[in-house]
Every structure is written in C-alpha cells, then in structure tokens.
C-alpha cells in the first residue's frame, strides 16, 4: 500500500506542480522583460477563474474549450494594468511595485467578492469521473490532462522565445532594455506582450485549476502566486528550467513531506497530523535556498 | 524614491519647518487628548481610537524599517509574536500586561534579528517574500502548538485595565495614547539621529553608504530590532485590549495594514504613518457603517495604486504640492532622468 499510495501523492503533486509552473513562467517572463514585480498575479489566476465559470454558464461549451477565451479576457486585462498601473512607475523602485501591486490585490479581490460574493463557486469537469488506473494507482483525466496542457506550453512558449521575431526581441529587451531600444525593438511594446503573455499564462492556470475540482472564490489566487513567486526565487530570476525543476519540486514536497513526516511519528507511537504544514514547505525552502545560495539554484547574475 | 533631505534646506528654513512639525504634532495630542470630552464616553469610538492609536504605533514601526529600504510584507509575525509573547507571560507568571508587554516587544525584537540576518543582503523583493513566508510559518506554528497557545482556540489574554475599575476604557484610552505618543517621539528622535541619517544613506544607495564608512548589515540588524520591537509592543497592546488572543493576529491583513497607511500618509515621515493611519481607519470605519463590507477594500486599493502613482510622497506632501502648483499655474516638468 505504501509505495501505491507514494506513488498517489506524486502524482499530486506533479498536478499541484503544472499549475505552479505555469503561473512562475508568466512571472519570470513579465519580471524578465519589464524588471517588474507584479505580486497580484494571483488575482489574474482568480478573475480567470471566474471568467471560464461563467462563460461556462452561459455557453454550457466543454470547460477546457472556454479556457483560451478566459486567456483572451485576461490578456486584454493584464495590458490595461500594464498601460494604467506599472508603466507610470517604472523605473521608481522595487518597492513602489510592491505596493501597487498591493493596491491591485485588495482592489481586484473585493471587485470580485461586490460582484460576484464571495460564495465558493464549481466546475463539472465532463470528465471528473474517468479515471486511468493501474494496479492501485489512480490518475484522474482532468489531471493528465493538466500535465500535457502544460508540457505543450513550456515547448510552444519556448520555441516562441528562441525562433520567433518578436520573441527573440523579448529576449533582447530582457538582457538590455537600452541596447535593445537603440536596435529598433519598440520596448514599449515588448512589455505590452510579456504583460498579455503573463496574464494569460495566468488565466490558463486559473482555468485548469477551476476545471479539474478546485473552488473558486475571490482569494484562490494569492496562495498560488506568492508558491510561484518562491519557485522562481528558488529556481532562480529569468530561468525557466530552474521554474520547471523548483515549480515540480515544491508541488511534490508539499504533498510527500507531510506524508512522510506523518509516516515517522507513526514509528514513535505519536498521531500528529502535518497536513497544517502544507502551505508553509514553499517558504521553508524559499528560506534555505535563499541562505545557502542568494541567486536561487540556477540563477546567475547575483546582485 | 529619492526624497529631498531637510538636511539640505537652508537653516531658516529648517528651524522653520521643525517649529511647524512641534506645531502640529502639539495640535494633534491636544486633539486626542480632548476628543473623549467632546465624544462622550462612547465604549465603541473609544475602542476605535484605541486600535487607532496601536496601528499608528504598528505602522511607524513598519515605517521605520522602510526607511532603511527594507519593505517587509510580514510584520504580523513580529505583531503576533509581541502578542503572544506577552499574553503568555502574562498568564503563567501573574505580572500586569504593561511589563509583559515590554518583553513581548523584546521577544519580537529578537527574532527580529533573526529574520532580520537572512534578509540583510537580499533584494526588496526577496525580503518582502522571505518576510511574507516567515509570517505564515509563525502562524502555522502558533496554531499547531496548541499546549503553549490555545491553538486556533487562543487564550484570553488579561485586560489592560481591569474591567472592575470604573470607566477603565477611558482610563485605557488615555494610557495608549500616553505609550504612543511616546514612541512616535521616540522614533522621531531615532530618525533625526545619526542612525536614523545612516540608514536614510543606506536606503539611497547602500554601496556608497559603505564607502563613508556605515556598518550597512548592523544598522540594517538595528533598524529590524527597533521595528519588531515596536510592532511587538503594538501587538501586545492590543490583545490586551482585547482580552484574548487568536493566531487571526497573523492574518494576512495585518501584514498590509500599516504599509497601506504609511504609503498612504507618506513613507519615510514620521507624521505619515500617523496621518495615514488616521484617514484611513476613519474612512474605514465610516464607509463600514454604510454597510460596505468589500466595498471599502475596493476605494482603499484604488487610493493606494493612486497614491503610488501621482503623490509617491503620500497625502502629507499634499498641501506642499497644491501649493507649488497654484504658484507656478502648471504641473512642475518632469526631470529627465
């Protein structure tokens, strides 16, 4: 029982893991090209969320068929932010962004929560009760389905970065914004697309997440962007295979680590239960990574 | 966020400006001093004002972290751990609350510095992470722990002034105001001083803080113990207004709090913090009374993103800047960078 059930919870884990993913490359991308910090990226994730519930509604189409139009919605949201909120302060210091983005997070939520309350609101996946099983393993649909939806984009948002125009001008606005404005790359732009990217990466998360089970309510996302925020801390600044490697990392530790913990005060008579542990393993990590190595464990340029 | 230092203004002009500071901050206790007189002893506006008066003490605590560039984005750990701290004390030992409270902010102080050794040579973002995180670790652990802290139960914490003792919330009041007025001093004090303009230096630019010869990571270690110590006492203060303590002192919330009233009231200042604190409890206080119960949220994350973006220096700044602009008639040009 013990090794199925292990196997279980990475698989868990893998799940918990693709949604952290998605939400830290949109972050590396965005911080990448604008040098912004935008901590409300969560609040994208939720109004997402909502936006594939009642497109889903109304429409009454497949769930994973209404995700991309929730994508378009919040691309068209995250490039009014960008124009209204982070372009007037560029350049004014890591903390201004912090704090708008504070502002963002208690406006966004309660916009959220005066409009639609705050009641939990849910999905019927039309597949939420296909299970693939072998032996004792079981993998629901939804959750395979999670994984290759994000393999795909990892690879199709790669090889936009490396054979495309605009995305190798992305690339050259993130190592020298000057440089790259001096060459002809509208930078201006280029922020503009990294925003509407990293938005609908977000909303992507937000869907997929609604789709296979999750409750939306109006504070879903800060948990999950703060997690991914510590994943590319942790990974390091600007690289995806360090948020790849920490985004599935922290999604297996968060489900394996109390198991295990619960497994040896098991051997010691004791019944503690860890699962209250869960939401903090990011942080832990986040601690020591940050401690042994100040620029993540693939990050190279130190400050 | 570069600020224009007074140290530069011509010493008129200073001694000036320092008259009008004393001026109003005089005006402002007077105020506070009377303001029961003219209330009534009303226990819910008294209650108010009480918290009123520990958020200014909590957001200058907070305020004076920032000044040395260091933005945490977790100080209810060290609220909650002043708290903590002392209600325990406070039950297992039989003190009164107000020396409790002393090594409730002391405790805080401590693990202050302990955070406060991994975030010295982090970014502002990493530091506002690593703060956030630590936040939600002293919580998780203040609710499992449940033998020493009541777990999500909590403990009762015993009342400032004893509930026995005629009108004790007006005597309360009075004794808060006392404690914060203090502080505020204090830390205005602090500013002015020597550590106060290192830390100013540091926050400009640490490497050339360096260079004039700053211990950049003992002040930035000092500027933490002097921020959780008082964010401590502020926390300790309220539960034993209160009376009982829960890990929610950890909310999330409590974290935002005073950096929403000191970006609002103006950082770096020592009067914003309290100007801020006050605009907004009211408007809080006043839009709830309406029966905005999210609503209210929305205008102060709207005012917040406002503030950032067209009066970075906060509402205490206002008047200076209505002024420029009714005497040039335009916007003053943008410098180019």
């Known amino acids: 029982m013990e090794l199925g059930f292990l196997i279980q919870i990475l698989i868990w884990g893998l799940y918990a893991g693709c949604i952290y993913i998605l939400l830290a490359i949109g972050l590396n991308l965005i911080f990448g090209v604008m040098k912004v910090v935008n901590f409300a990226h969560g609040e994208f994730l939720m109004v997402a969320a909502y936006a594939t519930f009642w497109i889903y509604r109304f429409s009454d189409f497949n769930p994973y068929l209404v995700i991309p139009l929730a994508a378009l919605i919040l691309a068209a949201v995250g490039v009014f932010i960008e124009r209204t909120c982070f372009r007037p302060i560029r350049g004014t210091g890591k903390l201004n962004e912090i704090f708008l983005s504070l502002g963002l997070i208690y406006l966004l939520q309660n916009l959220v929560a005066v409009v639609w309350s705050t009641e939990s609101r849910s999905i019927h996946s039309p597949y939420s009760n296909v299970l693939l099983s072998a032996g004792s393993i079981k993998l629901p649909l939804d959750y395979l389905i999670i994984i290759i939806v994000t393999i795909l984009f990892l690879v199709g948002f790669q090889l936009f970065m490396k054979q495309t125009t605009i995305g190798r001008a992305m690339r050259a606005t993130s190592q020298n914004r000057e440089a790259a404005a001096l060459m002809g790359i509208n930078v201006e732009r280029m922020d503009m697309i990294s925003f509407a990217l990293g938005s609908a990466l977000a909303a992507v998360a937000g869907g997929l997440w609604l789709t296979s089970g999750q409750l939306a309510n109006p504070y879903m996302g800060s948990i999950p962007a703060i997690k991914a925020f510590a994943v590319i801390i942790i990974g390091g600044l600007g690289s995806i295979p360090g948020a790849i490697l920490a985004g599935l990392t922290l999604g297996i530790a968060e489900n394996v680590v109390p198991f295990l913990l619960q497994a040896l005060a098991a051997l010691f008579g004791s019944e503690l239960s860890f699962t209250a542990w869960k939401d903090t393993i990011a942080f832990f990590i986040l601690i020591i990574v940050l401690v042994v190595r100040p620029t993540g464990i693939f990050g190279e340029k130190g400050e | ?337």
């Open chain 2, 1 to 337: 966020m570069k600020l224009p230092s007074t140290t530069k203004l011509p010493l008129t002009q200073r001694v000036k400006e320092q008259g009008t500071k004393t001026y109003l901050g005089s005006i402002a206790v007077l105020v506070a001093l009377l303001l029961p007189l003219l209330l009534g002893i009303n226990p819910y506006l008294l209650t108010v004002l009480i918290i009123l008066l520990v958020f200014i003490i909590y957001a200058s605590a907070w305020n004076f972290l920032a000044i040395s560039g260091q933005g945490s984005l977790g100080h209810a750990a060290f609220f909650g751990i002043g708290g903590y701290a002392s209600a325990i004390l406070a039950k297992s030992m039989g003190l009164p609350p107000l020396v409790t409270m002393l090594a409730g902010g002391l405790f805080a102080a401590g693990i202050g510095i302990l955070i406060g050794l991994t975030c010295v040579r982090m970014r502002e973002w990493f530091l506002a992470m690593v703060t956030f995180g630590f936040a939600v670790i002293v919580h998780t652990i203040t609710a499992e722990l449940s033998w020493l802290t009541g777990g999500w139960d909590g403990i009762p914490a015993k009342r400032l002034i004893p509930i026995t003792i005629p009108n004790y919330i007006l005597i309360e009041y009075y004794l808060v105001l006392v404690i914060a007025v203090l502080v505020v001093a204090f830390l205005y004090l602090l500013m002015r001083s020597k550590f106060g303009l290192a830390l100013e230096a540091i926050r400009e630019n640490e490497l050339e803080a360096k260079v004039m010869g700053i211990d950049v990571t003992r002040y930035k270690l000092m500027a933490f113990a002097v921020s959780a110590y008082f964010a401590g006492i502020a926390g300790a203060l309220e539960i034993h207004h209160f009376g009982y303590i829960t890990p929610e002192v950890y909310a999330i919330d409590i974290s935002f709090l005073p950096i929403i009233y000191s970006i609002s009231g103006g950082l770096f200042t020592i009067a914003g913090p309290v100007l801020g604190t006050i605009v907004i409890t009211l408007l809080d206080e006043g839009l709830k009374s309406f029966g905005w119960t999210y609503g209210r949220y929305i205008l102060i994350g709207l005012m917040l993103i406002l503030v950032v973006i067209l009066l970075p220096k906060g509402l205490v700044s206002l008047p200076a800047k209505i002024k420029s602009r009714l005497k040039s008639g335009s916007a003053p040009a943008h410098m180019p960078k």
